[in-house]
């Protein structure tokens, strides 16, 4: 059940640069993508989140760009900041579904 | 800022025995789901639960769990006869209306370990 992927499991940023977070996804049903932020030990956060009907949702430092035609989603983050060293994941859902789908996580490290 | 709580925290339970995973979601969510995750792997669906009912369940919620909402607050997970292989971080979540335009918001997780 691989209808959202990450594929790459870590990233690492230099502090202040852009750190960019991808997801490919593979049911043309969903209409609804979220960002996930997850520290050890705690639950995944939640960070932002975009509606097919848009290709660009912006929140402080925090973008995420849809790419429909190509089922991609991306997150953002500028500039990068230590505290923002985590796991991110990437959710998908739609009108007919009742769960979330989820990848498989991307661990950033934002060095000092 | 309203959040989902989780008890306990960390869970120790021998092989066989039964487990019951507490949440408390958010007071005006509707939807209620659960989630886990096994060391290393991805955030893996369990149940989701609506109107006193399942609404969804995944080939891993087989007949060993269930769920409850035994009033109005607690959202409960029990696993019957735990095995080794239900070690993992169960996570349970709660949104306001289904799917599309709201986010789940997600309790810290209960750690189960089965010895």
């Known amino acids: 059940d691989q209808q959202v992927k990450q594929n790459s499991p870590s990233l690492s940023v230099q502090e202040g640069r852009i750190s960019i977070l991808n997801c490919d996804y593979t049911n043309s049903m969903f209409d609804y993508f979220l960002w996930y932020k997850k520290y050890p030990a705690e639950g995944p956060t939640f960070l932002i989140s975009i509606s097919s009907i848009k290709d660009k949702n912006e929140d402080g430092r925090f973008t995420v760009f849809l790419n429909k035609s190509a089922k991609h989603l991306s997150l953002h983050i500028v500039p990068s900041q230590p505290g923002d060293s985590a796991v991110y994941f990437c959710a998908a859902t739609g009108y007919n579904f009742n769960k979330f789908y989820f990848g498989s996580g991307t661990k950033l490290n934002v060095k000092p | 800022e309203p959040e989902v709580t989780q008890t306990p925290s960390h869970q120790v339970t021998q092989m066989g025995q039964e487990v019951i995973l507490r949440c408390v979601p958010i007071s005006n969510h509707l939807y209620f789901y659960w989630y886990r995750q096994i060391l290393g792997q991805k955030v893996e669906f369990l149940v989701s639960f609506y109107n006193n009912e399942i609404s969804e369940k995944s080939e891993i919620f087989d007949d060993q769990f269930s769920v409850e909402r035994p009033d109005g607050s607690n959202f409960t997970l029990k696993i019957r006869s735990t095995k080794l292989e239900d070690s993992a971080m169960y996570f349970c979540?709660?949104?306001?209306?289904?799917?599309?335009?709201?986010?789940?918001?997600f309790g810290d997780g209960t750690r189960l370990s089965i010895l």
């Open positions: 979540a709660s949104s306001e209306t289904k799917g599309v335009g709201q986010p789940q918001h």
